[in-house]
């Protein structure tokens, strides 16, 4: 069986940490004394911290896109207290692959644009998001975004869609300069002054919902970890949600 330790050098050469960005804090979150030794035989793999801790119990490693904290508390109190509470008490490793994984080759906005079908020929928004051209009909492309996400909203017109730009999670406000001869602009969550400028640049805008754009990023990083240790993986999803429309 790999050792913590083996796994984590693993990730790294998948989301090499140097390209996360300044604020960023991804790597080695919480360790026990000889966590990074310990052999392996299950990870579980999530969004959040939140969302893993439960299963980490069991688990010798806990990989997450986003990290615990993105800079250190000042004060340990309340949800944090809590939330660090079952972290400890887990008694497992937590890492992260958060904006670096976003950037990789092969990371978060490639692994979108593969689940819905579309065919990469370039890069945007710093890295974080990829130009895409539509492989099948746009019928094709609607229903592969309401499929991955129920919480999938279009916002202008749906007809002739023949070029994306896919930018998981959250869409930066510069994205409005990436979107120069694209039709639709496909993201997490995008703020409302850049969602009204892209749609008075006759661009379509799709929100999924920040965790469901994600989501084909942690199954990949899953899924390399189960192909090359054999080891037990388990993807721990996002809470269900109940959608009243």
């Given at each position: 069986m790999p050792t913590v330790?083996?796994?984590?050098e693993f990730l790294e050469e998948l989301a090499p940490l140097d390209l996360a960005e300044d604020w960023d804090n991804p790597g080695l979150q919480v360790a026990p004394p000889d966590g990074l030794s310990r052999r392996v035989s299950r990870v579980v793999v999530g969004l959040d911290v939140a969302h893993v801790v439960d299963?980490?119990?069991?688990?010798?490693?806990?990989?997450?896109?986003?990290?615990?904290?993105?800079r250190p508390p000042r004060r340990i109190t309340g949800h944090t207290f809590s939330l660090l509470r079952r972290v400890l008490e887990a008694d497992a490793t937590f890492y992260a692959a958060?904006?670096?994984?976003?950037?990789?080759?092969?990371?978060?906005?490639?692994?979108l644009a593969r689940r819905l079908n579309l065919r990469v020929v370039d890069t945007a928004c710093d890295g974080f998001g990829r130009v895409c051209e539509v492989r099948g009909s746009e019928d094709e492309l609607l229903n592969a975004l309401r499929n991955l996400s129920p919480l999938t909203t279009v916002y202008g017109d749906w007809e002739g869609v023949r070029t994306v730009l896919v930018v998981p999670g959250a869409a930066p406000?510069?994205?409005?300069?990436?979107?120069?001869?694209v039709d639709v602009v496909v993201s997490g969550e995008v703020k409302y002054h850049t969602r009204a400028e892209l749609l008075d640049l006759g661009v379509t805008v799709v929100e999924l919902g920040h965790e469901y754009s994600e989501l084909p990023g942690v199954q990949e990083l899953a899924r390399r970890v189960r192909e090359e240790f054999e080891v037990e993986v388990e993807v721990v999803p996002p809470p269900d949600l109940t959608v009243i429309r």
């Open positions: 330790r083996e796994i984590i299963a980490a119990r069991s688990a010798e490693l806990a990989v997450t896109h986003h990290p615990l904290h993105l958060h904006t670096n994984w976003d950037r990789a080759d092969g990371g978060v906005a490639d692994c406000g510069e994205v409005t300069r990436e979107a120069d001869g």
